[in-house]
């Protein structure tokens, strides 16, 4: 059985079965050739080795010993934003005989075993071990947001509000705003206060494997303490954590069902228990809506697999068992359209949408380690918002929104979903 941590070496098949065709570069259906690139990372490095394939090649041969390290080699895999766009493009084209995104995982674990992790992202994991978070905010002002309101540890629901959204001061109005709304409604919710730290997401994209595994206990741990039956994430890498890289390392929240914010409260609202009412900024215009890495693509469950190949009639390999291919279409794509229909607001598709989406730049720490490639991604997606009809771009990632934000160079607007629901959501016997 192979796993989604599986060590470079014990992945050798997978990264020497890599044609070099270069459709993980590329959008499997693209609209147009100005926006065909599912790459950032290649769109900056401009050579092969920015792409997945070119990674992979080079883990391929610091495996099989053909090469070491170099400093070129480190700068191209700290381009990368771990996005997965490569995965979604190389499956459609060869399912599971590649799985560059695990490919990619192994390769950044390889680079930290063999110590030649980056500066900036040593800095990272040093942050997150003193104090939770990768920025080094003080742990004592993560619950600053949360002053006045009652919100125990034992709970039904547990919410996570995750590093960006905790301590951004702009936005703990909204935030305030949003769980007010749970707790009228007669939603028994409960936070970790203080106690709430990383979810490992970065952790794991990094190569930590064993700090990310060290993360993931102590938060299951603190999940089983609340007796919560739901937790609530308002953090997109925190539900890629739960779904796709906590079952990669073995752990499971077995009867706890993990919900990103937007799936939660498109829920409540289907079920008759919050309401929300028309937008009084965006009510009526039409915005174009940026599906994020870790929210859209990576909160798909992932599920253990057998790909040992086995040979059969006529010489071709086929995989042992059947299992479904994941191609990224079950992540969580429609709750946030939802939601943002019922506050009378009009949803524009950009080229680049859904399982193909293109990153905005700000995770797998290239924000803080390539900032020009951060920088140049931002401004990619940007322009795609070009023919939509819109200049206003919605993210439900308070991380994806904020980054864009800095980029727009006065052309565009960014917004968080979550200050438009802050303004709308509502218990639902409260009336009009």
């Given at each position: 059985m192979m796993n989604g941590t599986a060590p470079l070496e014990e992945r050798l098949d997978f990264l020497d079965r890599c044609a070099r065709c270069s459709q993980c570069k590329f959008v499997p259906t693209p609209q147009s050739q100005k926006h065909a690139s599912s790459c950032p990372s290649m769109d900056f490095v401009e050579f092969h080795a920015g792409s997945?394939?070119?990674?992979?090649?080079?883990?391929a041969g610091i495996a099989h010993g053909e090469f070491g390290y170099t400093t070129s080699l480190l700068d191209a895999v700290s381009a990368c934003t771990m996005c997965g766009t490569c995965d979604v493009s190389c499956k459609i084209n060869f399912g599971e005989s590649v799985e560059p995104l695990?490919?990619?995982?192994?390769?950044?674990?390889?680079?930290?075993?063999?110590g030649q992790s980056p500066k900036r992202h040593r800095e990272l994991m040093d942050r997150i071990t003193a104090e939770g978070n990768s920025a080094g905010h003080p742990r004592t002002l993560r619950s600053a947001w949360a002053d006045g309101l009652s919100l125990g540890r034992r709970c039904d629901v547990l919410l996570h509000i995750g590093s960006t959204l905790a301590?951004?001061?702009?936005?703990h109005a909204a935030l305030r705003a949003v769980v007010q709304s749970l707790q009228a409604a007669g939603i028994k919710v409960g936070y970790l206060w203080q106690e709430e730290g990383s979810c490992g997401a970065l952790a794991f994209d990094l190569g930590y494997r064993a700090q990310?595994?060290?993360?993931?206990?102590?938060?299951?741990?603190?999940?089983?303490?609340?007796?919560?039956?739901?937790?609530?994430?308002?953090?997109?890498?925190?539900?890629?954590?739960?779904?796709?890289?906590?079952?990669?390392?073995?752990?499971?929240?077995?009867?706890?069902?993990?919900?990103?914010?937007?799936e939660y409260l498109?829920?409540?609202?289907?079920?008759?228990?919050?309401?929300?009412?028309?937008?009084?900024?965006?009510?009526?215009?039409?915005?174009?809506?940026?599906?994020?890495?870790k929210s859209g693509r990576l909160s798909e469950p992932w599920q253990r697999k057998d790909l040992k190949l086995t040979s059969q009639m006529g010489g071709y390999y086929t995989s042992a068992e059947p299992d479904k291919v994941l191609f990224g279409n079950d992540g969580n794509y429609e709750a946030p359209r939802q939601l943002l229909k019922l506050m009378g607001i009009n949803v524009a598709e950009l080229e680049r949408n859904r399982a193909a989406s293109y990153c905005c730049g700000a995770t797998?720490?290239?924000?803080e380690a390539?900032?020009?490639?951060?920088?140049?991604?931002?401004?990619?997606?940007?322009?795609?918002?070009?023919?939509?009809?819109?200049?206003?771009?919605?993210?439900?990632?308070?991380?994806?929104?904020?980054?864009?934000?800095?980029?727009?160079?006065?052309?565009?607007t960014v917004v968080d979903l979550i200050d438009l629901l802050a303004d709308s959501l509502r218990p639902a016997n409260r009336g009009n």
């Open positions: 997945a394939s070119g990674q992979l090649i080079m883990g695990d490919g990619l995982y192994a390769l950044r674990a390889k680079i930290v075993d063999d301590y951004d001061t702009n936005k990310s595994r060290d993360l993931a206990r102590k938060f299951l741990s603190q999940v089983a303490e609340s007796g919560a039956k739901t937790v609530v994430t308002f953090s997109s890498s925190a539900i890629a954590a739960y779904r796709s890289f906590y079952p990669r390392m073995g752990f499971s929240f077995g009867d706890v069902q993990p919900l990103h914010f937007t498109q829920q409540q609202v289907a079920a008759g228990v919050l309401a929300l009412g028309p937008s009084n900024s965006h009510g009526g215009q039409t915005v174009a809506f940026h599906d994020t890495c797998g720490g290239v924000k390539v900032p020009a490639a951060a920088k140049m991604a931002a401004q990619n997606r940007l322009s795609e918002l070009q023919g939509t009809g819109t200049d206003v771009m919605v993210s439900a990632c308070g991380n994806c929104a904020h980054h864009l934000g800095k980029h727009t160079k006065g052309q565009a």
